[in-house]
């Protein structure tokens, strides 16, 4: 993380307990079971982000409020990289941008029935969604671009094995309406990171372009998937800014990402930039899940970066993972991610399936993790 910039936010911003007193975690989880959704206020978050709370107790109280609103279920999904590399945005972390040197090369689209291949290996991998994803900047009405995706959905939408989600980049309202024809019932289209550092990260389109994109989706009756990278150099204040957002849009599902340095994008070249140390990982996942207690918040790339600590992410109030490679990175075998669920006793729920209300349980569950 950068210095300058962590000592600028604790400047702008004291200590909460400088300030007024503040919840503990587990207050915040009872107010939260108790029915109030916004009981972790913005300040209270920022220093539990901190470090003014041990994070054991962060993590007893996100779990708390993860058993009270999935229980023992959780969300797995999948993604296909649909068009590779090549994309014109710049967006400092990623690997498929033409605007940095890397590994990766441009590709076209994916053909149809592999993409139907990809919906059935996730199935049998218990992920209930296939994400097809695009290194473009969007897709515009009367394309080809957009028939072969739009092809891509309904083919993966008529085989059934999983549901079709997209994260395309923007969208039209024509080019969305037709997606949603073909049979896409999610759309992905992540902020990144909070407003404030945004441009530090992009500058080849606006914080509000993204936003606008999300309102318009959920105006359309799509479950939505936002979230962000966490690592990036970015302070607490952002992190706190990325959720703010999320809460305001009343987003579905939050991806939590930890950054993967890849050699050629703008990051790696940061200063002090290093991979976030595992305590410092599940201390923004819990915090996420109490300002978040509606959402389903699944760990995607850099959960590795955990460690041995990995199992942990579902204690600190994960409800959900992606299982198979990312779109330029590795991830772990399938085969050791599901047994590692089948020994937490955790079972796979589908998308869209309706979840429990929060509310305080009436038995006691195990605590995992």
């Known amino acids: ?32 079971l108790d029915g109030d959704l916004e009981a972790l206020d913005s300040g209270t978050m920022l220093a539990y982000l901190r470090g003014e709370v041990d994070v054991w107790a962060l993590m007893a109280a ?4 993860r058993r009270a609103r999935f229980g023992n279920e959780v969300h797995l999904c999948s993604i296909v990289n649909a068009k590779e590399g090549g994309c014109p945005e710049d967006c400092g972390f990623c690997a498929q941008s033409r605007h940095f040197d890397t590994h990766v ?3 076209k689209f994916t053909p149809v029935p592999e993409i139907v291949s990809h919906s059935e290996r996730a199935a049998t991998r218990n992920a209930s969604a296939l994400g097809l994803v695009t290194a473009t900047r969007g897709l515009e009405h009367d394309t080809k671009a957009l028939d072969h995706v739009v092809e891509g959905i309904k083919a993966v939408r008529d085989a059934g094995y999983t549901e079709a989600h997209a994260s395309v980049g923007f969208l039209s309202d024509e080019a969305m309406d037709r997606m949603i024809d073909a049979g896409l019932t999610e759309l992905n289209h992540n902020l990144e990171t909070g407003r404030s550092f945004f441009s530090k990260i992009v500058s080849t389109h606006t914080y509000d372009e993204r936003m606008d994109t999300v309102r318009k989706a959920k105006s ?14 970015e302070a607490p204040s952002d992190r706190v800014e990325l959720a703010e957002a999320l809460r305001e849009l009343d987003v579905d599902e939050v991806p939590l990402n930890f950054l993967v340095s890849i050699e050629g994008t ?6 002090q930039l290093e991979p976030l140390a595992p305590m410092e990982m599940l201390r923004i996942i819990a915090a996420f899940r109490l300002f978040l207690p509606r959402q389903n918040i699944f760990i995607a790339a850099g959960r590795t970066h955990l460690g041995q600590l990995l199992p942990m992410m579902f204690g600190a109030g994960a409800s959900g993972m992606m299982v198979g490679d990312f779109l330029t990175t590795a991830n772990r075998t399938v085969d050791d991610d599901l047994a590692m669920l089948d020994e937490l006793g955790l079972v796979p729920h589908r998308c869209g399936q309706t979840r429990r209300e929060l509310e305080k349980p009436r038995a006691r569950l195990p605590v995992l993790g």
Do not use: W, Y
């Open 62 to 65: 996100a779990d708390t409020v």
């Open 1 to 32: 993380m950068s210095l300058e910039h962590d000592e600028t936010d604790a400047l702008l911003d004291p200590p909460a307990s400088q300030t007024a007193a503040m919840l503990t975690p587990m207050e915040v989880a009872e107010r939260i």
């Open 220 to 233: 359309k009756g799509l479950r939505t998937c936002v979230g962000g990278i966490f690592g990036m150099g």
């Open 266 to 271: 703008k990051l790696p070249n940061q200063d």
């Open 105 to 107: 090369q441009a590709k």
